[in-house]
């Protein structure tokens, strides 16, 4: 999911920021430097550390800063010949910065030959390649669900749904005992998808895992698909009182506080809000578990999504360097590295990562395959995502209504790339 600005909690820094000594990070010349673009603040930190102690005498000059403005500047100067050896790359099509993007212009180095490559799980693999080879070194999987705060839970004497009837019913006691089900914080339009999502990944893609083909082969539409019946059931739970008053007045960060406080039973989002909701409520107990659509269990699906990875200028000054940092983010320390920093889980198995508790069921849905990725990571261009979040929040406002929104996602998305 692109725009999730908690999913890469590290994108939203204002301006590129020299770090390592503020040299720029395009002026590798030699063969043990190493220049780095990451949009991983607070994360990269301690990989280039790291990897500076495992090869004595090398360099990493890096930068870290927002994905918006890193998005619009790589592929400038990438043409131009000035950018850095290494680089974050989005898996999918949906901004500047993506595989598809970087890899049809010929961009980044082709990374198919790493022993890592054949290892991706789908939920990675899918979007991590162009034309069947893979161009992204991805580190790390999120996925979304709901998120609840167990001591609010055992007060108010509720389980965790597993089927939309029973979610319906917990919505309702929820709201009776004067504790919201769910924060949702629609004020930042981003957080409009989130609760969609789950919904979409079991009505839509868990039925029909080749929708997208469809999609992009014309063959069928968002408003003619069971998207319809995933926006009807969004305004189904909004109905059954399964979120607190005001969506629209709440900002995301309000949300957080009203479910680490136990204002709320929980919120759906990412996982890597978990390490946020801690930060409010250090005593408090998080745990992500799938949102039903169905009433059959068996049919759920969550969606998961592989985020930003490094990928290599095809150009680099310094190529074998760079291979060498792209391997040392794909090993079991790098990879840990990042996520545990970042509260998700990697991307591959057998790392030795201590999986937190939290993620347990997460963890299950994606080794049995019981994920899809984020729909937008599989669009033509932004513009449909933007249409979908613009909309939705013109839905709750009663400025529109579910079948105009997906008529404009269908026009957006008949535009092309």
């Given at each position: 999911?692109?725009?999730?600005p908690?999913?890469?909690?590290?994108t939203?820094?204002?301006?590129?920021?020299?770090?390592?000594?503020?040299?720029?990070?395009?002026?590798s010349?030699?063969?043990?430097?190493?220049?780095l673009?990451?949009?991983?603040?607070?994360?990269v930190e301690?990989?280039v550390?790291a990897f500076?102690?495992?090869?004595?005498?090398?360099?990493v000059?890096?930068?870290?800063?927002g994905?918006?403005q890193?998005?619009?500047?790589i592929?400038?100067?990438?043409?131009s010949?000035?950018?850095?050896?290494v680089?974050?790359?989005?898996?999918?099509n949906?901004?500047?910065a993506?595989?598809t993007?970087?890899?049809?212009g010929?961009?980044?180095r082709?990374?198919?030959?790493?022993?890592?490559?054949a290892?991706?799980?789908?939920?990675?693999?899918?979007?991590?390649q162009?034309?069947g080879?893979?161009?992204?070194?991805?580190?790390?999987?999120?996925g979304i669900?709901?998120?609840?705060?167990?001591?609010?839970m055992?007060?108010?004497?509720?389980a965790?749904?597993?089927t939309w009837?029973?979610?319906?019913?917990f919505?309702r006691a929820?709201k009776?005992k004067?504790?919201?089900?769910?924060?949702?914080?629609?004020?930042?339009n981003?957080?409009t998808?989130?609760?969609?999502?789950?919904?979409?990944?079991?009505?839509?893609y868990?039925p029909?895992?080749?929708?997208e083909?469809k999609?992009?082969?014309?063959?069928t539409?968002?408003?003619?698909?069971?998207?319809?019946?995933?926006?009807a059931k969004?305004?189904?739970?909004d109905?059954?009182?399964?979120?607190?008053?005001?969506?629209l007045?709440?900002?995301y960060?309000?949300?957080q506080?009203?479910?680490?406080t136990?204002?709320?039973?929980?919120?759906?989002?990412?996982?890597?809000?978990?390490?946020?909701?801690?930060?409010?409520?250090?005593s408090?107990t998080?745990t992500?578990?799938?949102?039903?659509a169905?009433d059959?269990?068996?049919?759920?699906?969550v969606?998961?999504?592989a985020g930003?990875?490094y990928?290599?200028?095809?150009?680099a000054?310094n190529?074998?360097?760079a291979m060498?940092?792209i391997?040392?983010v794909?090993?079991?320390?790098?990879?840990?590295?990042f996520?545990e920093?970042q509260?998700g889980l990697?991307?591959?198995?057998?790392?030795?990562?201590k999986?937190?508790?939290?993620?347990?069921?997460?963890?299950?849905?994606?080794?049995?395959n019981?994920?899809?990725?984020?729909?937008d990571q599989?669009?033509?261009?932004p513009?449909?995502q933007?249409?979908?979040?613009?909309?939705?929040?013109e839905v709750?406002?009663?400025?529109?209504t579910?079948d105009k929104?997906?008529?404009?996602?269908d026009?957006d998305?008949?535009?092309?790339?």
């Amino acid at each position: 999911m692109r725009i999730l600005p908690a999913l890469l909690a590290v994108t939203t820094g204002a301006a590129l920021v020299a770090c390592s000594g503020g040299t720029n990070a395009t002026s590798s010349g030699d063969n043990k430097t190493l220049s780095l673009a990451s949009v991983d603040q607070g994360s990269v930190e301690d990989v280039v550390k790291a990897f500076e102690a495992a090869n004595p005498g090398v360099k990493v000059n890096f930068t870290t800063g927002g994905a918006d403005q890193f998005q619009q500047q790589i592929r400038t100067q990438l043409s131009s010949g000035t950018a850095p050896d290494v680089m974050s790359v989005w898996p999918g099509n949906g901004n500047p910065a993506t595989v598809t993007v970087l890899a049809k212009g010929g961009y980044l180095r082709d990374l198919s030959d790493q022993p890592w490559a054949a290892k991706f799980p789908k939920v990675v693999s899918d979007v991590a390649q162009y034309e069947g080879k893979s161009y992204d070194a991805i580190y790390g999987i999120n996925g979304i669900g709901a998120i609840y705060n167990q001591e609010a839970m055992t007060k108010a004497a509720l389980a965790a749904p597993t089927t939309w009837t029973e979610l319906l019913a917990f919505c309702r006691a929820a709201k009776e005992k004067g504790t919201p089900a769910f924060a949702l914080g629609i004020q930042d339009n981003w957080v409009t998808q989130v609760a969609l999502y789950p919904l979409a990944a079991t009505l839509v893609y868990g039925p029909d895992r080749d929708f997208e083909k469809k999609m992009a082969a014309g063959q069928t539409s968002f408003a003619s698909s069971p998207w319809a019946a995933a926006f009807a059931k969004y305004g189904e739970m909004d109905q059954a009182g399964c979120f607190q008053d005001n969506p629209l007045g709440t900002s995301y960060e309000a949300s957080q506080k009203l479910a680490a406080t136990g204002k709320t039973l929980g919120l759906i989002q990412g996982n890597w809000v978990i390490s946020l909701l801690k930060k409010q409520n250090p005593s408090g107990t998080f745990t992500l578990k799938p949102l039903p659509a169905t009433d059959d269990p068996a049919q759920t699906i969550v969606p998961a999504a592989a985020g930003a990875g490094y990928g290599v200028n095809a150009k680099a000054k310094n190529p074998e360097l760079a291979m060498k940092f792209i391997s040392f983010v794909m090993s079991p320390q790098g990879m840990n590295l990042f996520v545990e920093k970042q509260g998700g889980l990697p991307s591959l198995s057998g790392t030795g990562f201590k999986l937190d508790p939290s993620l347990t069921e997460l963890s299950a849905y994606i080794d049995q395959n019981k994920t899809v990725p984020f729909m937008d990571q599989l669009w033509p261009n932004p513009k449909v995502q933007q249409t979908m979040l613009s909309g939705i929040q013109e839905v709750f406002s009663k400025q529109s209504t579910p079948d105009k929104v997906l008529a404009a996602m269908d026009a957006d998305y008949k535009s092309g790339a």
